[in-house]
Every structure is written in C-alpha cells, then in structure tokens.
C-alpha cells in the first residue's frame, strides 16, 4: 500500500511561490501518475494537476499558468509549485496516486498565504 | 468544463436509513467516468465508487453507485454511524477534472 506524506511551508506571503514536496513510499515514484488537489477551508475540492513518472503533465486551465508540478523518482517525491499566490490560494493541499480518480491521498497540509 | 451539481446540500437521517445522494452534471461525462469521495473532519477523501458503479477496495456493499450521462447516484443501503460525512462527486471524463460542492450527510 503506497504511502504519501507532504511537506513544505504552512506561512507563505502574497506574491511569492508555495512550493510543497510529497514523499512516496520506496517502489512507487516510477510507477504512476502523481497528483495535486486542494481544498479551501471549509470549502470543496479543486483539481490542480498531474504529473507522471514519465513528465507528462495536464494542469488545470484555471491554475496552469501559475502551477508547475515535478517528480523526482531519485528521492521518491514530487512537487508543487505555485507563483504569484494570493489570499484566495490558501487550502489544504493534498498528493495523491492517479491521474484523474484518487485511492491514496496524503494527509493534506495547509497552507496559508498572509503578509 | 463540466459543472457537477450535487443534492441535497444536506441530508439528514438516523442510522439504519437508506441514503440517496445525487449529482447532476452540465453535460453528459465521458465514459461515466464519475467518482463519489467521502471525507470526514480534517481527514483526506477517501475514494468509496469509481467509474459510476465500482466500490473501491475496502468499501463495504452498503455503498453502490449508478448512472450515466449527467446523471448519477450515490446509496447508502443502512446508514451506519461512521457513514455520516460529507460526500463529494467528480468527473474525470474530461479535464479539468471537477468536484461537486458536496453533500453533507448529518445524523437527525
């Protein structure tokens, strides 16, 4: 059963980048398809994209220009990052396996964005 | 991009009950390629049906889902205390991948 775990910053300041890394348990990385998704306090979910092993990636139109993910199979992890934050970006932020439905999902970590 | 409308915004019932959750979509989804989550307070979701109508590994058959097209259903056979949570629908027929506002299933 694959394990995922993020990590990063939970304070970020307006403008600058969230960057969030999540660590997958050994013998997974280079096998599928790694995700973001967020979700607001006390709001819904919001899809921000995928990455594969392989680096293809598909981001949501609303975020693309500001998302960037990343998979790094030497350290079993990917990332998330995302420029020119603003109030409206903070959420918890989740990894998970799969490109478009999701079984294993971190814990979530929140990240909120304040001066 | 695919807007999902679930309902009821809340429902509520007592253990033992059967839930009906729906979710209504803008347009018809791909290959009835819709999930159903359920999430608990300060927990991830946790995936119960993919594909409209398959539990997931784990999900006890009290769970099922059904539906085509824009239209789709999540049931609770006999509600147990645990099932009471919000529950969230999503589409991955076409991207961006989208999630219903969700419904939150509370004890009457």
């Known amino acids: 059963q694959v394990q995922l775990q993020e990590s990063g910053p939970g304070l970020v300041k307006p403008s600058e980048t969230l960057s969030l890394t999540c660590t997958v348990s050994?013998?997974?990385?280079?096998?599928?398809?790694w995700s973001w998704i967020r979700q607001p306090p006390g709001k819904g979910l919001e899809w921000i994209g995928y990455m594969s092993y392989s680096g293809i990636t598909n981001y949501n139109p609303s975020l693309k220009s500001r998302v960037t993910i990343s998979v790094d199979t030497s350290k079993n992890q990917f990332s998330l990052k995302l420029s020119s934050v603003t109030a409206a970006d903070t959420a918890v932020y989740y990894c998970a396996r799969g490109a478009s439905s999701w079984f294993s999902w971190g814990q979530g970590t929140l990240v909120t964005v304040s001066s | 991009e695919i807007v999902l409308t679930q309902s009821p915004g809340t429902l509520s019932l007592s253990p033992g009950e059967r839930a009906t959750l729906s979710c209504r979509a803008s347009q018809s989804v791909s290959g009835s390629h819709l999930a159903w989550y359920q999430q608990k307070p300060g927990q991830a979701p946790r995936l119960l049906i993919s594909?409209?109508?398959s539990r997931a590994t784990g999900i006890p058959d009290r769970f099922s889902g059904r539906g085509s097209g824009t239209d789709f259903t999540l049931t609770i056979s006999r509600l147990e205390p645990e099932d009471f949570a919000v529950y969230y629908c999503?589409?991955?027929?076409?991207?961006?991948?989208?999630f219903g506002q969700g419904t939150k299933l509370e004890i009457k």
């Open positions: 594909g409209a109508s």
């Open positions: 050994s013998g997974f990385i280079s096998t599928s398809y």
């Open positions: 999503q589409q991955y027929g076409s991207s961006p991948y989208t």
